[in-house]
């Protein structure tokens, strides 16, 4: 049996029993599209944590049903039809791409609950945050406005960066690119862009990055790009290049520093929204919830490594030192 097709059938403890499942006696099917593979990240691991420990109750049951992309990105809409056929009573997921994967193949039938890093009005998930009014609600991480923050940030730890390559996944629906070319125009920057659509293309994409002579790295976030997220980290180290992102997991990866929600944290919120859709509340009248806790991460072992000093004052605001 393909990992992708496997079923898991769990029992959760917790306080409070959904009323539906009072109501039935099959048990409520959750159909759940994973970017990685059965291991799961960090981020959807905490999620599944949370439902464990909260939105189900002793004897109830809740089966979910898995498909795994494996950092495939062209394989999201194929992989959530199948989730479709399956005929869950909800259909979950975190990351803009396997949401809008979800969105289009329910066809507005089935519930759709997760998280995404840009704006659901945009990517047409939502006609607005406050009152979604259609089939998708949860949680935005809202990275792109905060483009303009990294790339100030890029610019205050590498002052003579002035040649910024982007990383980008163009599946993921997000404007990140564009506030972050925004920014770089202020500060004096020349942006050039390199798309991956799957994992297999990062390294012809990093190649181009060198060719056009660039002196550091801006990742936008999407599943993908945190997939190969530890190859372009040790890229960055390879050629003396800071790299920054949105997530935590590049910082960790050996990136120069990340700022940007704190993903564990807001994927963990998701959970409550699963519960009141599967006790019948409609996405549509659930309000989209924008991140409450942000965090600035600095690999000072990176920035050694590449010969940049890091200043007392940036090293004091930091939520998180990774030495």
Do not use: C
């Not at 303009?148 to 599946?171: C, D, G, H, M, T």
């Not at 659930?286 to 409450?292: F, K, R, S």
């Not at 007392?312 to 939520?319: I, Y």
């Amino acid at each position: 049996m393909r990992r992708r097709d496997f079923v898991a059938l769990i029992t959760f403890a917790a306080l409070s029993l959904p009323r539906r499942a009072l109501a039935q006696k099959k048990p409520l099917r959750i159909g759940w599209l994973v970017f990685d593979d059965a291991s799961l990240g960090r981020i959807d691991q905490s999620l599944k944590d949370a439902l464990a420990q909260g939105a189900f109750a002793s004897g109830s049951n809740l089966q979910i049903i898995y498909r795994y992309a494996e950092g495939n990105s062209t394989r999201l809409r194929e992989l959530a039809e199948e989730l479709v056929v399956q005929k869950p009573d909800l259909l979950l997921a975190i990351g803009g791409d396997l949401i809008k994967a979800l969105f289009d193949a329910s066809g507005g039938v089935i519930p759709v609950v997760g998280g995404v890093s840009d704006s659901p009005i945009r990517a047409g998930l939502a006609t607005s945050l406050a009152n979604p009014g259609k089939n998708f609600t949860g949680v935005t991480f809202l990275t792109d406005e905060m483009a303009v923050k990294r790339v100030e940030l890029l610019s205050e730890v590498a002052p003579k960066a002035k040649r910024l390559s982007v990383i980008f996944n163009p599946q993921h629906l997000d404007d990140e690119l564009t506030f972050a070319r925004k920014a770089a125009q202020s500060l004096g920057i020349d942006i050039t862009a390199h798309p991956i659509g799957s994992p297999g293309e990062l390294e012809p994409a990093l190649r181009a990055a060198s060719t056009n002579g660039a002196n550091g790295l801006f990742v936008v976030a999407s599943r993908l790009t945190n997939f190969v997220a530890p190859r372009i980290a040790q890229y960055g180290l390879e050629q003396r290049l800071p790299v920054i992102a949105a997530w935590r997991e590049f910082a960790a990866s050996g990136a120069l520093l990340s700022y940007g929600p704190d993903r564990i944290f807001e994927a963990k919120r998701i959970a409550g929204y699963v519960q009141k859709v599967l006790n019948g509340t409609k996405p549509a009248d659930l309000p989209i919830e924008q991140p409450v806790k942000f965090e600035l991460v600095i690999n000072l072992k990176t920035a050694r490594s590449i010969g940049l000093p890091i200043s007392r004052e940036l090293l004091l605001r930091a939520d998180d030192v990774i030495e």
